[in-house]
């Protein structure tokens, strides 16, 4: 059974940063391209960012390239998602997820970005 637990979200300030975690289990990480997607208050699920399964290809929504970074362990079966420069509207809860398996994610992170 696919379970993924996110953790790392909280309150902060725009411009700041937080790092999201993922961890996977139930099913052979190392061997599944993973995705970042978001969901904010009345809003339809938004994919944010997607890594492959190396972690050697990377691609990100126009609305947080060159500000987000995703990354992974597959040893630890590990996803990261780096937000840095959050803006108020970057705030959601934030799920990790299987590609094309969004309905199987976690029960995310909140990330509230307030002054």
């Known amino acids: 059974e696919v379970q993924l637990v996110e953790s790392g979200g909280g309150l902060v300030q725009p411009g700041g940063s937080l790092r999201l975690s993922c961890a996977a289990s139930?099913?052979?990480?190392?061997?599944?391209?993973m995705d970042w997607v978001r969901q904010a208050p009345g809003k339809a699920l938004e994919w944010v960012s997607t890594?492959?399964?190396?972690?050697?290809?990377?691609y990100y929504a126009d609305s947080v390239k060159g500000r987000f970074t995703i990354s992974r362990d597959n040893a630890e079966s590990m996803l990261y998602l780096q937000l840095n420069s959050l803006k108020t509207e970057d705030t959601a809860v934030y799920y990790c997820a299987i590609p094309g398996r969004w309905g199987n994610r976690g029960q995310g992170t909140q990330v509230t970005v307030s002054s």
């Open positions: 890594i492959n399964t190396g972690g050697g290809n990377t």
């Open positions: 139930g099913f052979t990480f190392a061997t599944y391209d």
